[in-house]
């Protein structure tokens, strides 16, 4: 089992621009969702995606958008870049309607310059 | 989802048990407490969760207050390797396994 697989493991891209980040929850999850982590803070909940549709979503402003594919995928897009976005970007799936827990990928280290 | 709160830091000695305090005394009657662990510039592990009865597994030992209002977090034999950030959560299962609400968790710092 592969688990969650993020990509890519990083980037950098300059302020302004758009950036899209790719998650392969594990198999047999069905609900992917997507956390921000600032250097020396816990992670926070952008938002969580299950059939398709976004279901749930954190104090984050509409430049963050995300998208589930049929296969349970999920991307993240974050558009007009801003220093502040530079984070570790950490996707996690889980079974919904089940008492288990939520596996972590290693994350995408996004820098904005 | 209700408020936990932890020591910002904690050391332990390789081979000693490490426990680690988490309050949560806003918890309500249907929250599960969970435990992530965080090695440096890795995703969050889980680590155990329970209700109200104290959990085991391979990783730890979760013992919960009768009252539910603490809980703390045992690995038993401490290694190096468990140098880590751990994180207690407490968390609602309203058909929503997803979301969880870290705070900032407990650096825990294991010396040989």
């Known amino acids: 089992d592969a688990g969650v697989t993020q990509s890519p493991t990083h980037l950098i891209k300059t302020r302004g621009q758009q950036v899209t980040l790719r998650c392969s929850p594990k198999?047999?999850?069905?609900?992917v969702s997507w956390y921000q982590q600032a250097l020396g803070q816990g992670p926070q909940f952008i938002f969580q995606?299950?059939?398709?549709?976004?279901?749930q979503r954190g104090n984050f402003p509409d430049r963050f958008s995300g998208h589930q594919f049929p296969n349970y995928s999920s991307e993240l897009n974050v558009n007009a870049l801003l220093l502040g976005d530079s984070a570790l970007y950490l996707c996690?799936?889980?079974?919904?309607?089940?008492?288990?827990?939520?596996?972590f990928g290693q994350g995408t280290r996004l820098t904005v310059v | 989802d209700a408020k936990t709160t932890q020591p910002t830091s904690m050391d332990c000695a390789e081979g000693r048990a490490a426990n680690l305090p988490c309050n949560h005394s806003?918890?309500?009657?249907?929250?599960?407490v969970y435990w992530y662990r965080q090695i440096h510039s890795q995703g969050p592990q889980y680590i155990i969760h329970?209700?109200?009865n104290n959990e085991t597994n391979e990783m730890a030992s979760l013992i919960i207050t009768e009252d539910r209002k603490s809980s703390t977090l045992i690995l038993p034999h401490a290694t190096l390797r468990d140098t880590a950030v751990y994180y207690c959560?407490?968390?609602?299962?309203?058909?929503?396994?997803?979301?969880?609400?870290f705070g900032q968790g407990t650096t825990l710092q294991v010396k040989p």
């Open positions: 996690a799936s889980s079974l919904r309607h089940a008492n288990t827990e939520a596996f």
């Open positions: 198999s047999g999850h069905d609900t």
């Open positions: 995606y299950y059939e398709e549709e976004e279901r």
């Open positions: 806003t918890i309500s009657g249907n929250e599960y």
């Open positions: 329970g209700l109200k």
């Open positions: 959560i407490v968390r609602g299962l309203s058909g929503n396994t997803g979301k969880l609400i």
